[in-house]
């Protein structure tokens, strides 16, 4: 069971205080977009071996979403972040490097 | 025989007989007894019968590692199967029986499995039980159901108490051996918040029993005083009686405790199951000793002999008069040296070895112990218990060189170290060539949440050999945890004693070139009565894969795991695939480390306790008078309120007549109720719903759909507007929280710009739908405010004080007659629900419940969410393409509702279902259509969502998703029931009563 | 108008600790920018408390400020004050986003007292109960077994638990069975 540390309220929990919430920063696409466009932001998922970014909300607590990055084969948490940013901050991506050289996720690296 | 020794026994008080029944049998022991032990000093060898062939099986451990000895303990709801003998504490008043036989223990009639073990070989059921097919349900599964499972289930309706407790410390150290004591100490003396468990009821584990010096005193004292000071440290919790069960992701850990296992009556919670977060965890979980595979290793007196040493220094209990010792390693003369120091019998030391041991079998010749080096059992004689054993050169195939007598016979294949808590969670086994045994990798440890190790071995589960290296090893692990967690370690380790052994030496099967006969006499694992050649079996027919070879063999399974068998089947396959066992590897490791009870684990969650039941401000006036209530998520709504001698049916067409002809209350507290305020918020709501909903005046209410972003309906629901920045809004009662997470979700991680503000108010109003010709007739008794047809308009609400309480009312209706829903502050909920009740017995008011609001709006064509939709249902289907604004750019599901497949005019769409013969409609009944799919299924051309009897129209009614429903009315559709009739229904308007609104209009 | 009643009624039970219903109590949601000066000076006037500090509450005679969320306060106050009470909000912030909402009828708050409060607590919730982690005036949202709760520790040691209305006799059934007599862990207190 994962222990998480929300960034909105400050806690360190246990998942049961969690909700986990899929991929983050996926870009909205509405009324004008294009079949693929939609498609791909609504069902083509990253389902990494590795560095993933993830959504979770606090909802046994703040109430808050938040995001994480976090390593789906050795379950490694390099950070938590507000859900109010289109990417992933430069402390976050640095930290991935530092434990993961040559991480690529998405457009990210 | 067995027998209690007059003066040893260092655990049990002498001076204090209790009471104890195995199979009936009046038996009597001492306290600090294990169960095993009292049953030994009572001479108890045959203690159960083994699982596939019932062969008769003695104790063989004397701890967590026991296979054979399983009991079913206690009578009635506290009756338990598979207790370990071995970790069951002797209390007055026991009483236990044996299992996995029958009529007697003594006289088994399964024991002829025994003499067709020839033809009971690995895999023996995937072979049999395959054809013929229809043999499967009737012949087959009665058999293997009969034959399968150890124990038998207790009876419902534990009695006792369980819990859970959260704990968190810097480091846990599991196992209160020499180990785990200097593990602890050092990390608390460094420190660091520490946590200590041990499964059993003492510390020290085996240390005293071998004995040996640690700082300057004999080992036995070091503990004590070692107990006295991290009792005394504030930093430090010790629990005995307490496991660690398993090792999880970041540092949790379970231990479970077995409070008052051995204290029955008493008011203290049965078990506990810590649920601890540690930063650093030291699993100082020692070894477990190996058997050897040589032929009738499993006939009762047959015992490890580090157990035999157990018994009798422990306990005072011996085993036999005349034990035999056989063994691969020096630990083995230790056993020899104490039963002889206790005035026992040796006839013959069988070392393996055609080096011999060291200082040790010195010591035992010394004695005047005989040693015989190079030399093993061919067999050992006895059927119920030993009596005597056969011996063979280990080197050759098994030709008897001499028979002695003997009734016990005490076996060491060398030690393997515990390193189940360690591989709970990912850490890595390295093979070590000269003990050969698995131990911890310290390259790869678990990891934890940042991505460093988080479990240390210590003492002997990280292969230390004597107490020197036990107790060095250890204080490095307890300064490697207290550094892991920022604490500066001091000190150095105590010395200890060392001693200087000679090399074991891998003995896998005994003799070595065993025939088949031994081999299938040489069992593996005493719990799944898995042997040598069952292993060697299914290497040749391709099991190869360590895993495979587990499932085809059972070898390590059930409620022992392994302990004793696993190293040496892994030995025997990797022989048989002629590779290293490296490379055969192990099974995996899973929590628990041995079995928890179930009741631990669901904790205190049982009785009126096991989940919570949400319960609205009318609830005890609805328990008080005779609700029938649903679940619905974890509210409890009456579903109707039966009265006197009344059906369920009865009473629902009672309750809608009632509401149709005068005057009926419903409980609606349980819709969920959401504030949405701000500048943004109108335009946060249009794209929440389908619908426009920032053009609704204050003081109107709007019925909406809300769809996810995939385009499919998830909620409906009224919305009030409150007034210019602030709508409330109305969910269904399952959708309260997850409308409200979901409008969270969008405004924090998508226009976390937009000004909106929400808050989940559903619990602070009671809300009652006052409803019928009579309803306001009803709230006009109650209120001085004006709440006529003129003033309060239909789809309008407004704040009224009804009997003195301050409500918003909403003039909705769901049940198609007039109707109003009355919001007060929940606290007044009862009184408001008792006064309307009072006040509408001149209009013979009643409650009515969920089924009456069901069928009432299936009558006027209302859909429901979950019954006409299903997440695969979007408003199109349902003909409600009014409720979708043609104006807005945007909404939740807008995009998604213009793709393909959901624009296909081949959509299945409501419509309404009129049975031919009045009868109802089975829920969820398929149309057929001609012809049938590419799996010879009949094709379908749609489906009931809905169904009832409507007492209004004193007919059954339906709605069903129909392709090209609506422009098919007046079609007859056939709908097969599962008895095989089928019932006719045309397609009619949804709409079955009161088409033009005049009853909700007045 | 009639009495108003609390979910619990008075319950009250004493085990390792005491559990009892805090009684009618004023509960308000305020939502806006915590960091602002108009939101401080309004929860000044109506309650006069400061904001506290993340996950902290602050308390005065009869009257606390509870930090819920960044953008959260829970204010309680007198349960006949409470119209009273959020007047002066919406008064204080007029012309400021935010949102102050009566909550006091959709809770169960609850007091527990006594030797084994924290034990009793730590039975059902994930949370670190001891002297050291937990301290006075520490304000914590999280899960008591199967529901959402919060509570605060005040000065006297004892806790105040706030649970949703609906789940009141769960909630207070679970504490009474944690509290039971002979369920003592004896590592707290």
Redesign the interface.
């Known amino acids: 069971m994962l222990i998480l540390t929300c960034p909105c309220c400050g806690v360190t929990g246990e998942e049961t205080e969690f909700h986990q919430g899929g991929e983050a920063h996926l870009k909205r696409f509405g009324p004008g977009a294009s079949d693929d466009e939609f498609h791909t932001y609504m069902f083509a998922k990253e389902n990494p071996k590795g560095v993933h970014f993830e959504r979770w909300r606090h909802n046994n607590g703040c109430g808050k979403w938040f995001h994480a990055a976090r390593d789906t084969v050795t379950l490694e948490v390099y950070g938590t972040y507000p859900a109010q940013t289109l990417e992933p901050p430069k402390e976050i991506r640095d930290a991935i490097t530092a434990k993961r050289p040559g991480w690529t996720w998405r457009e990210f690296a | 025989m067995s027998t209690r020794l007059a003066k040893t026994g260092r655990l049990v008080d002498h001076n204090r007989a209790i009471a104890f029944t195995f199979n009936g049998k009046r038996l009597k022991g001492h306290p600090g007894d294990t169960l095993a032990s009292a049953l030994l000093a009572n001479d108890q060898m045959l203690v159960g019968r083994s699982f596939k062939y019932h062969r008769p099986r003695g104790i063989v451990a004397s701890g967590a590692e026991e296979p054979n000895a399983l009991v079913g303990l206690g009578e009635g709801t506290r009756f338990e199967p598979n207790q370990r003998v071995t970790t069951t504490e002797l209390f007055d008043g026991l009483t236990c029986i044996s299992q996995n036989h029958w009529p007697s223990l003594d006289f088994d009639i399964g024991a002829v499995n025994t003499a067709f073990a020839r033809f009971l070989p690995a895999g023996f059921y995937y072979k049999t039980f395959i054809h013929p097919r229809p043999f499967w349900k009737h012949v087959y599964e009665p058999f293997i159901r009969q034959s399968a499972g150890l124990g038998k289930a207790s009876n419902p309706g534990d009695p006792d108490?369980y819990?859970?407790?959260?704990?968190?410390c810097d480091v846990l150290v599991v196992g209160g051996g020499v180990a785990g004591l200097q593990a602890a100490v050092t990390a608390a003396e460094a420190g660091s918040k520490v946590m200590l468990i041990e499964q059993t009821a003492h510390w020290g584990g085996r240390a005293p029993v071998d004995g040996g010096e640690v700082d300057g005193q004999p080992v036995a004292d070091w503990v004590d005083a070692t107990i006295a000071k991290l009792q005394g440290m504030p930093n430090v919790?010790l629990r005995n009686r307490c496991m660690g069960a398993g090792v999880?992701?970041?540092?949790?850990a379970l231990g479970y405790e077995r409070v008052a296992d051995h204290t029955p009556g008493?008011?203290?919670?049965r078990h506990?199951l810590w649920?601890i977060?540690a930063g650093q965890i030291v699993t100082a979980t020692g070894a477990i000793e190996r058997p050897l595979s040589f032929a009738g290793n499993d006939i009762p007196g047959v015992m490890l002999a580090s157990a035999v040493r157990d018994y009798a220094v422990d306990f005072g209990v011996s085993i036999g008069d005349r034990t035999v010792v056989v063994t691969n390693n020096d630990d083995a003369y230790r056993t020899a040296i104490t039963l002889k120091q206790l005035g026992l019998e040796i006839p013959v030391i069988l070392d393996a070895r055609q080096s011999g041991g060291g200082a040790l079998a010195d010591e035992a010749r010394a004695l005047g112990i005989r040693v015989e080096n190079g030399k093993g059992i061919a067999k050992v004689k006895g059927g119920k218990r030993v009596e005597g054993v056969a011996i063979c050169a280990q080197a050759g195939e098994g030709a008897v060189l001499e028979e002695i007598k003997c009734d016990a016979v005490a076996m060491s294949g060398g030690w393997s170290p515990v390193v189940h808590l360690w591989s709970h969670c990912g850490g890595k086994l390295i093979w070590d060539e000269a003990h050969a045994h698995f131990r911890p990798d310290p390259a790869n440890p678990p990891?934890?949440?940042?991505?460093e190790g988080f479990v240390i071995p210590a003492g002997a589960a990280n292969g230390a050999g004597d107490l020197a290296s036990v107790v060095r090893d250890a204080h490095e692990a307890g300064q490697a945890a207290a550094k892991a967690m920022g604490h500066k370690p001091k000190g150095k380790a105590p010395e200890a004693s060392t001693s200087e052994e000679a090399p074991m030496q891998p003995v896998w099967l005994m003799p070595q070139g065993a025939g088949i006969k031994l081999r299938m006499k040489s069992w593996l694992d005493y719990q799944n009565d898995v042997k040598v050649s069952d292993v060697q079996l299914a290497a040749r027919e391709g099991y190869e894969s360590v895993e495979h070879a587990k499932r085809y063999t059972t070898l390590g399974m059930a409620t022992d795991q392994g302990k004793l068998s696993n190293i040496n089947g892994l030995a025997i396959l990797s022989d048989a695939l002629s590779q290293p066992i490296p490379q055969t590897g192990t099974t995996t490791f899973r929590p628990p480390y041995t079995p928890i009870s179930l009741s631990s684990i669901a904790g205190?969650?049982k009785g009126?306790?096991f989940?919570?039941?949400?319960?609205?401000?009318m609830h005890g006036w609805h328990e008080a008078n005779g609700a029938d209530f649903e679940p619905v998520g974890?509210?409890r709504r009456p579903y109707c309120f039966p009265k006197g001698e009344e059906g369920r049916h009865e009473a629902v067409n009672r309750e809608i007549k009632q509401t149709r002809a005068s005057l009926a209350l419903l409980d609606a507290s349980t819709l969920g109720k959401i504030?949405v305020?701000?500048?943004d918020a109108g335009r946060f709501m249009d794209m929440l719903y389908t619908n426009m909903m920032s053009t609704l005046k204050p003081g109107r209410c709007r019925y909406g759909l809300m769809c996810n972003?995939?385009g499919f309906l998830m909620d409906d629901g009224v919305v009030a507007r409150l007034d210019e920045d602030t709508f409330l809004v109305h969910t269904t009662t399952g959708g309260a929280d997850v409308i409200h997470?979901h409008m969270?979700?969008w405004l924090?991680?998508?226009w976390?710009d937009w000004?909106v503000?929400?808050?989940n108010?559903?619990?602070?109003?009671a809300q009652i739908g006052v409803a019928g010709p009579n309803s306001r007739k009803v709230i006009e008794k109650l209120t001085g405010d004006d709440i006529s047809a003129d003033a309060l308009t239909f789809m309008g609400w407004t704040e009224i004080t009804v009997?003195?309480?301050p409500a918003r009312v909403f003039r909705i209706s769901f049940a198609g007659e007039l109707s109003f829903e009355l919001s007060v502050?929940?606290?007044?909920g009862?009184?408001?629900w008792d006064?309307l009740l009072e006040a509408g017995e001149e209009y013979g008011v009643t409650p009515y419940g969920t089924e009456g609001m069901h069928v009432m709006r299936a009558e006027k064509g209302f859909i429901m969410i979950g019954d006409e939709t299903d997440g695969t249902v979007i408003p199109q289907d349902l003909n409600m393409d009014w409720a979708i604004s043609k104006k807005k750019?945007?909404y939740l599901g807008?995009?998604?509702q213009?793709?393909?497949h959901m624009a296909d005019p081949n959509r299945w769409k409501l419509v309404g279902l009129e049975t031919l013969e009045g009868e109802v409609l089975p829920d969820g009944a398929y149309a057929t259509a001609p012809g049938t799919n590419a799996n010879g299924q009949r094709n379908t051309q749609g489906r009931v969502t809905s169904t009832y009897h409507s007492p209004t129209l004193g007919r059954g009614i339906a709605m069903g998703l129909v392709h090209h429903g609506p422009d098919r009315m007046g079609e007859v559709l056939e709908f097969p029931k599962v008895d095989g009739g089928i019932v006719k229904a045309k397609i009619v308007d949804p709409i079955f009563y009161d088409k033009d609104g005049e009853k909700q209009n007045v | 108008m009639s009495e108003a009643v609390t979910p619990l009624n008075g319950a009250r039970f004493e085990g390792l600790a005491t559990i009892e219903d805090a009684g009618l109590t004023g509960m308000i949601t305020l939502r806006g920018d915590l960091a602002s000066k108009e939101v401080k000076d309004a929860v000044q006037k109506a309650v006069g408390l400061d904001i506290p500090a993340q996950r902290q509450a602050v308390s005065g005679q009869g009257s606390a400020v509870l930090w819920m969320s960044p953008d959260e306060l829970l204010l309680i106050c007198a349960y006949d004050s409470v119209s009273q009470t959020i007047a002066t909000l919406e008064e204080a912030l007029k012309g400021q986003h935010f949102l102050a909402v009566n909550v006091s009828d959709a809770r169960t708050y609850l007091h527990l007292s006594g030797a084994g409060a924290r034990e009793t607590l730590a039975k059902l919730c994930p949370v670190d109960l001891s002297e050291a982690a937990f301290t006075p005036g520490m304000f914590r949202r999280t899960r008591m077994a199967q529901v959402p709760a919060a509570f605060w520790l005040d000065e006297a040691g004892t806790f105040h638990l706030i649970c949703f209305r609906s789940v009141a006799d769960y909630a207070f059934n679970l504490l009474k069975t944690a509290a039971l007599p002979g369920g003592e862990v004896e590592i707290y207190g």
């Open positions: 108490r819990e859970h407790f959260y704990y968190f919790t999880y992701d970041h540092g949790y008493s008011d203290a919670p506990r649920r977060r990891k934890g949440a940042n991505g205190e969650a009126e306790i989940q919570p039941i949400r319960k609205t401000p974890q509210w504030i305020k701000g500048p972003e995939n997470g969270e979700d924090q991680c998508e976390w000004k503000y929400t808050a108010v559903t619990e602070q109003y009997a003195g309480i502050p929940a606290s007044h009862r009184a408001l006064a750019e945007d807008k995009r998604a213009e793709r393909e």
